[in-house]
């Protein structure tokens, strides 16, 4: 039993460390009460895999402590770094919850002072509070989340106007929706939304008890094109020219997730569902009340744009959009899906508007995005990865298309989306090839497994069609996805190849904290943190044939397939998300580092928490490569 003076030192140390910081000052006195000091000297194994099942948690109050653990394949080499403890983190939460021997050998990296709690008070103290259990039960979610908070409420004391991203649809509905039925004539209507003052009616179709049932929305925007201009009579009924079928959504869905649906769809006004029955109506001015433009806005002047000139101001729209949110501390996940889906918008744009002027038909040819802009992961910087698909009956056109493809190049340089430097665009003759030529490709990469073919791999096993006929490259996924998986000797030249970028070494050897220098403090965070979970994703899927390309989407269809725990899972794109989420803050500041590396940060710009879910982060990056090393052992 501690004194109380020991009792008040460590609720007052914890008071400074989640997920302590959040508990309340009940369950932090129970912790005080049952802990007890322990020493370890320099060298000295807190704790190790032949230990059992820990009979204790460990609360770090003054030095490091190691993670280390064996390679699986090199187990003949000494134990390897995997993670630091420092003040005020615990271990092994894992263990502990699972009731099992730890998995990594825990060393005092120096003098190391801990509190140890007790297993059987470590299992009440779950009981006793719901914090310190989520916080078990999902470490890296919870550390993200008290980031996020974070981040929102800085942004929120510069501004009074914040709206989370994840705030259910419900928090803005206000005054009740005004409805029709589709037998009402447009004078009728057209009276009702004066008198009401309201941009959208919601037509609906009476049933009876169940509720009614939306069937189509009439909106201000649509007056102009489908009354005045067609010379419609106003006592025709409003169902000759409501818009049908309807996009609900419902009252638990995410402010995020109707913003991606406007973009998506091109609309203005959402009805909003609570059990089947209409709620209310978000118009996009509910969604966007920070931005200088909505992103309907400029969804609809990439859609009016006539030439390159007028698309270079939505894709400074679209930059602009991206930053503010970034400032926001919007999720990644989030901000990634939104640049990519306003750039495949601009991008198929200027395609059919290139097309055109080329006389290319369309239905002939597939344009391919690539890498980050077809896993659906472009961030601020992203460059341009691209390529074309030709239909085999249409190869004598391959001239003319090369020129019709560094068209678009070019087009989209000038709005901001630079040439790739290593020529993986459409316009060069690699890579407009005929559907044939591309499977041939494909069939010589997984053969040969040279440098070059993995450094191909990396970038055109992740394609996705934007624009022309999709058939082509469904027909080029199902002929390549089912060969990667069979070749064996490429699915070992893939992992080993995805083993060569990993944290940096100053993260996991125990140098970070010691030596806070600039040649510690600054990770590339592309290179070193979210490429090897896009190169793990990737490996994965290849070999259990999934067909997805984004990597939490690869992710998720390998936990869904049984192929990965989903646990793991969880951790792994939490982890992921974080990295993104760094990069487009390094992005967002816009500051140039000596290396001209806009993916570059200086971590001693990061708050405390950051460091440590960073430090989280690398660690998850590790254990996904060692399981790679296990499964494709040489």
């Known amino acids: 039993m501690a004194s109380n003076t020991l009792m008040a030192g460590v609720v007052q140390f914890l008071k400074d460390h989640p997920p302590f910081s959040q508990m309340d000052g009940a ?54 770094p995997m993670v630091q403890r420092v003040p005020g983190e615990m271990l092994p939460i894992s263990a502990l919850m699972a009731q099992r021997p730890v998995m990594s050998t825990y060393r005092a990296a120096g003098d190391v002072f801990c509190w140890l709690l007790p297993k059987v008070r470590f299992d009440e103290l779950l009981q006793r509070s719901p914090v310190f259990l989520d916080f078990c039960k999902r470490r890296m979610a919870s550390l993200l989340d008290l980031s996020h908070q974070a981040l929102q409420a800085s942004y929120a004391a510069g501004t009074t106007h914040w709206r989370s991203i994840q705030a259910p649809l419900e928090s803005l509905l206000g005054r009740a929706p005004v409805t029709c039925e589709p037998h009402e004539s447009l004078r009728a209507v057209f009276e ?25 929305i009439f909106t201000r925007q649509d007056v102009l094109g489908r009354v005045v201009l067609p010379g419609r009579s106003l006592d025709e009924p409003v169902r000759s020219v409501m818009s049908a079928p309807v996009v609900t959504m419902d009252v638990g869905d995410t402010v995020g997730e109707a913003m991606l649906v406007m973009a998506d769809r091109t609309i203005r006004h959402i009805p909003v569902m609570r059990n089947g029955r209409l709620a209310g109506v978000v118009a996009e001015r509910d969604l966007f009340v920070l931005q200088r433009r909505s992103m309907n806005q400029i969804g609809d002047a990439i859609g009016r744009a006539a030439s390159v000139e007028d698309l270079k101001l939505p894709a400074a729209d679209i930059r602009h959009w991206s930053r503010a949110l970034v400032a ?51 961030t601020i910087a992203s460059d341009q990865d691209n390529g074309l698909i030709v239909a085999d009956d249409f190869a004598a056109s391959i001239d003319a298309l090369l ?79 089912p060969r990667a998986a069979a070749v064996p000797r490429f699915l070992k030249q893939m992992s080993d190849n995805a083993l060569r970028n990993g944290p940096p070494q100053s993260w996991t050897a125990g140098v970070f ?32 044939n999934v ?14 397939a049984g192929v990965a725990v989903p646990r793991e899972v969880h951790n792994w794109i939490d982890s992921f998300q974080f990295l993104q989420s760094l990069r487009l803050r390094a992005q967002h500041m816009g500051e140039p580092t000596p290396e001209g590396n806009p993916n570059v940060l200086d971590t001693r710009t990061l708050s405390a928490l950051d460091r440590r879910i960073l430090k989280e982060a690398f660690r998850e990056a590790r254990l996904l490569q060692q399981r790679l090393a296990m499964d494709y052992p040489g």
Not at 547 to 560: I, K, S
Request: one cysteine or more; a negative charge; hydrophobic letters at 45%.
């Open 192 to 216: 009702r939304m004066e008198g009401e003052r309201v941009g959208a009616i919601i037509v609906i179709q009476p049933n009876g008890g169940q509720g009614d049932k939306v069937v189509g």
């Open 513 to 544: 904290e010691t030596l806070f220098g600039r040649e510690a403090a600054v990770v590339d965070l592309k290179m070193n943190g979210t490429v090897p979970f896009v190169d793990a994703a990737r490996l994965l899927s290849l070999a259990h």
């Open 27 to 80: 369950d932090l006195e129970f912790v005080a009460r049952n802990v007890e000091v322990a020493y370890y000297a320099r060298g000295e194994v807190l704790i190790g895999p032949d230990d059992g099942a820990p009979g204790a948690c460990f609360i770090i109050k003054q030095g490091l402590v190691e993670g280390l653990r064996r390679r699986p394949d090199r187990p003949e080499a000494d134990l390897e």
């Open 328 to 378: 926001q501390g919007v999720s990644a996940a989030f901000i990634t899906r939104l640049i990519s889906r306003l750039n495949d918008q601009l991008t198929v744009r200027l395609i059919e508007l290139e097309a055109a002027a080329h006389g290319v038909p369309l239905d002939r040819i597939c344009w391919l995005a690539l890498g980050s802009e077809g896993r659906e992961e472009q």
């Open 547 to 560: 067909r997805a390309t984004g990597t939490v989407q690869r992710f998720e269809a390998l936990a869904e």
């Open 403 to 481: 020129v019709f493809a560094r068209a678009v190049n070019q087009g989209l340089d000038a709005c901001g989306y630079p040439l790739c430097k290593g020529g993986i665009m459409a316009g060069n003759p690699k890579w407009c090839l005929t559907l044939s030529q591309w499977k041939a490709l494909f069939d010589g990469w997984i053969e040969r497994g040279d440098p070059q073919s993995l450094l191909n791999a990396n970038i055109f096993f992740d394609f996705r069609p934007l624009a022309g006929d999709p058939s082509l490259a469904q027909a080029l996924r199902d002929h390549v996805a």
